[in-house]
């Protein structure tokens, strides 16, 4: 071969190399989400007004390092939001719980297959049952709810869940209140609350923070808080679909007019994504909700009344009952928080 075609050959062979070269640099280059939706809880509650900040803070995060992705949040309920985010489509985050996260990963009632492709990426708070009946009842127990109106939570949402789970370690049901003449319901915490204030709910049951809702019953028209003893406390947490919760007290005044402890059953909240997400995307969530100061505010009377610290990155091993994800595995190490 003459050195001229030897010439034409090798620079064909370079210019190969190189668009090869680009094409693999191409698909190599992560695929960031051009929306996010963060799944969230319902108006009335403390996880919808901290998640809307939390949206503002990471969509800001993210412009800052080259990725316009606008950021919102969507109250559809837990079960609902957690299988959004395994499919990985417009929603890419939600808040959840160390119990719902799990049951989700296994595929475990009420999932109806394992969501594989969650991934734990960080931590919120430890949310406390409250458990609510007017101040003028004579109910003491949830045993006594059998011919009540209560209200169970959303379809799907881990309110129901929980509440669930409590009637069964006290041997009761929903279809046991409705047998007796009572009634479930599947509503809201603010349209929950407006019906106990004009007398027509017996009972509430949720779990979280200082709820706005409950400051609002307080006022109008008074309530109590039902304690829930050690024996029924054990039944539940031996209970395989409530992994995750543990045992916890009420502090007397955490809210105005309760003068003394609560025993009652809490669970952390958590924050899963999708397990396709770019490490360097979820690395900048991670900082985003330890570093930010999203839950400032929103928590600022919760910490005061002397609930656990808010978004603490030392918590987050704690929780791993699912795979954490790279990017967030990132911000530990970097950090010195070990993981096992």
Known sequence: ?????????????????????????????????????????????????????LASKLEAALKKAGINAPCSVQSTGGAFNVSAVHEGKEMVLTLTTAQNQYLAYKGMAPYEKPLTNLRLVGTQELMLAQLIVPEKSDIKNISQLKN???????????DRMMIEALFKAYGMSFNDIKAAGGEVMALGWDDASTM???????????????????????????????????????????????????????????????????????????????????????????????ESGYHKDSFKATEARGWPKICNPQDLPKVANIPLHPGALKYLKEKGIKVK
């Open 1 to 53: 071969m003459s050195r001229s075609k030897i010439s034409i050959v090798a620079a064909f062979v370079f210019c190969l190399s190189l668009v090869l070269s680009c094409c693999s640099s191409a698909a190599a280059a992560p695929v960031y989400p051009k929306f996010v939706k963060i799944g969230t809880g319902f108006p009335g509650g403390i996880w919808y007004p901290a998640s809307a900040v």
């Open 148 to 158: 009540k109106k209560v209200n169970g939570g959303k379809l799907a949402s881990t």
């Open 196 to 290: 106990m204030q004009d007398g027509h709910m017996d009972f509430i049951g949720t779990y979280g923070g200082l709820m706005p809702s409950i400051v609002n019953l307080i006022v109008q028209p008074g309530v109590k808080f039902l304690s829930i003893d050690d024996a029924h406390a054990d039944k539940v947490l031996a209970d395989p679909s409530m992994t995750g919760y543990v045992k916890a007290t009420m502090q007397p005044n955490t809210y105005d007019r309760q003068n003394y402890p609560v025993k009652t059953i809490a669970i952390p909240t958590t924050i899963v994504c999708n397990a396709d997400l770019p490490e360097d995307f979820v690395y900048i969530v991670t900082k985003t909700i330890y």
